[in-house]
């Protein structure tokens, strides 16, 4: 028996992790995706009128199971990989594209959509309803429904492609990272390095059956020796190393793998009558178009650029002084940037990490959603979980009602890509009457716990989790009808406001004091440390701003132009990069061939969104500010207008009913220092 392809009979419908075995999936797959086209094809062959509920409505019900099986997978894929779930994704993720292109594809169905489209204005529908309709017609429409036979023939064969090509792409920036370790064997070359790592390090050479000390390129192992090392060589071979994920000559090169991905992206997008990718995906963006998401990049570049030069200036004069260094290097600046903050906040990311145990930062967290939201979390041991470290949860209102199950998954493993997202296993929405509460998750890279110590955190992994849990929140409040408008199914540049929003309360005397405790002494975090927390935020933070403007100007390089001439991926990359380069390049490296929010994730046209939405976080939270960081009247309007609306309406009308007006900038260029 097949376990995927039933109803699951376990505690709150969750997955049934440890009875699902590897062999299932394709079967299971194979099975949901019939049942898909099945749906479809009642749909289609209805003789009855096209109606919103026949037609619109039983579209966005269609292929539950396939969804609930596709999320299981591919999450267990990035979190929880082997040879073997490898293997099975490329086997799989043509019959997904080739599903997707029959339904966008499929006339007969889009007959019906334009149907009830041509006459919506006679409708009566609600707002979520009407947004549902116009989604569907676009989503057609920009996926060839209009199009020829021979070119859908085409934009199948494109989609097909790029499916696998996005997954060869994944799977070699994880080999690259898997495959290089620095393993010390001498005491001194740890100079520097705090305690807590060097432990680390130790008890994994042990792991490994090995003498010293080994260091990864996954990032509670990376950052800290980028950070305190004194041994300059040795940072440069670790950062060069890091740098050349997928640029390198062995299997794993990415570089013509990007520029075909590149290549078909601009293909499809021509084919559908778009200029280039970027006008494409930018369409149903906040931002519309590549036009205006230059203009915003520019103009922050403009705003950070002069701060920019200035820090690293200051940083290059410091390196200068204190080691003689006469060139600073991508592998000194944050070695010599963490020495001057040290020297001018005398704050010490190693002194605050006592104040952030891991259970006390995410209980912390918990109590802040009580606060705003009125949820509540309690561990539950009676659902299966996909590796024992994986935390789970129940989220309920103070009246005992069910809101979501959520999972967290902190630390790295070797089956696990670097980096921190969220995610969900089941999507809510209402059918038959019935909420159907979603299963979410938040998977994170974390400093492990060694035998001596807990998992301490520096103050990046506390924004990083509240960052996540703010994400999390998106989906766990969701309450929608339909579960392709539920949660964070928004427009891409809208979607990390809740999360970028929730990363201000880190910095609150308020919200610090309910958390921040000495993981020994039980301390609350002094008040100095508070003050310089709040102080050294905006700290080098013009260097900060252009490091992100030049990802999203590599992004719109990549995507908002013809690529087709493009022969070299290091040229072409020092090209975009001219405007934005500060530090001397390094010849081996190259940033294109292991970026996967552009090139695996969702990102492609749509890392501007970052800074997108820190001008609406900071804008928003300045709200909270002005009456109060728990001010339950404020956190209930953006509860009811942001959380729970996901995609019902555009984001900029939900926003403003949130705030009353569109956002400023000012906000946020005040908090960065720039002005």
């Known amino acids: 028996m097949n376990i995927l392809t039933k109803s699951f009979e376990t505690n709150y419908n969750t997955a049934p992790f440890s009875k699902i075995n590897n062999q299932d999936y394709v079967p299971a797959f194979k099975e949901a995706i019939a049942e898909t086209k099945k749906e479809i094809e009642q749909i289609t062959t209805n003789t009855n009128p096209a109606t919103f509920k026949n037609t619109i409505e039983a579209l966005s019900f269609s292929g539950m199971q396939l969804d609930r099986i596709s999320n299981i997978f591919f999450n267990l894929h990035s979190a929880e990989t082997n040879e073997e779930i490898e293997k099975i994704a490329v086997q799989v993720a043509p019959l997904l594209a080739e599903l997707s292109s029959d339904i966008t594809l499929n006339y007969d169905l889009f007959l019906k959509i334009k149907e009830v489209y041509d006459q919506k204005d006679k409708l009566s529908l609600n707002p979520e309803q009407e947004t549902l309709l116009d989604k569907y017609y676009k989503d057609f429409v920009r996926n060839g429904a209009l199009l020829s036979e021979d070119k859908k023939k085409q934009l199948r064969e494109i989609d097909q492609e790029m499916s696998v090509l996005k997954l060869n792409f994944a799977e070699h920036v994880l080999a690259d ?38 260091f990864t390129l996954d990032y509670p192992s990376y950052i800290p020796f980028m950070t305190y090392a004194s041994n300059r060589e040795l940072r440069k071979e670790l950062a060069i190393a890091a740098g050349k994920k997928g640029f390198q000559d062995n299997e794993n090169n990415n570089e013509e793998i990007i520029l075909k991905i590149a290549k078909l992206r601009h293909q499809r997008a021509i084919l559908l009558g778009y200029d280039s990718h970027a006008h494409f995906k930018l369409e149903e963006r906040m931002a519309q178009n590549p036009h205006t998401v230059k203009a915003f990049l520019n103009d922050l570049l403009a705003k950070g650029k002069p701060a920019a030069l200035k820090e690293f200036q200051e940083i290059s004069q410091y390196a200068k002084e204190k080691d003689g260094i006469e060139k600073l290097e991508k592998w000194d600046g944050s070695y010599y940037s963490e020495k001057l903050k040290q020297e001018r906040f005398n704050l010490d990311d190693e002194k605050l990490r006592p104040y952030f145990k891991l259970e006390n930062v995410l209980n912390g967290v918990f109590e802040i959603a009580h606060r705003l939201y009125g949820l509540n979390f309690k561990e539950i041991h009676n659902i299966d979980k996909y590796h024992p470290e994986v935390q789970t949860y129940e989220v309920s209102t103070d009246e005992g009602e069910l809101v979501a199950v959520f999972y967290a998954d902190f630390f790295p493993r ?29 998977v994170c890279n974390f400093t492990r716990p060694t035998a001596s110590k807990p998992s301490l955190l520096t103050f990046n992994e506390v924004t990083t989790l509240f960052h996540e849990f703010g994400h999390a929140l998106h989906g766990i409040l969701a309450d929608t009808t339909y579960p392709t408008l539920s949660g964070t199914s928004v427009y891409w540049d809208f979607v990390e406001l809740p999360s970028q929003i929730m990363e201000n309360w880190c910095y609150e005397e308020e919200a610090l004091k309910l958390f921040a405790k000495h993981y020994e002494t039980g301390e609350t975090i002094p008040m100095e440390y508070i003050q310089k927390i709040k102080d050294s935020a905006s700290f080098l933070e013009g260097l900060a701003t252009v490091r992100q403007l030049s990802f999203g100007l590599l992004d719109m390089g990549w995507h908002g132009q013809d690529p087709s001439s493009i022969a070299n991926v290091k040229d072409f990359e020092t090209k975009q990069f001219e405007e934005t380069a500060i530090y001397p390049d390094v010849k081996e490296n190259v940033m294109s061939t292991s970026f996967s929010h552009i090139f695996d994730g969702g990102y492609s046209s749509g890392y501007y969104s970052y800074k997108w939405a820190e001008v609406l976080d900071a804008d928003a939270f300045d709200y909270f500010k002005q009456e109060g960081i728990f001010n339950k009247e404020v956190a209930q309007k953006f509860k009811e207008h942001v959380l729970s609306k996901g995609g019902t309406e555009h984001p900029m009308k939900l926003y403003k009913q949130f705030r009353g007006q569109e956002p400023s900038v000012d906000p946020l260029l005040k908090r960065a220092g720039l002005i």
Request: proline share 3%.
């Open 414 to 442: 070797k089956g696990k890509r670097n980096g921190a997202w969220m995610t969900s296993y089941k999507s809510q929405f209402v059918k038959d009457g019935h909420n159907e509460r979603p299963h979410v998750s938040i």
């Open 177 to 214: 990272t898997n495959a290089y370790q620095l393993h010390i064997t001498k005491k001194e070359d740890l100079d520097g390095l705090p305690d807590a790592i060097v432990e680390a390090a130790h008890e994994l050479a042990k792991d490994e059956g090995k003498e010293g000390w080994i």
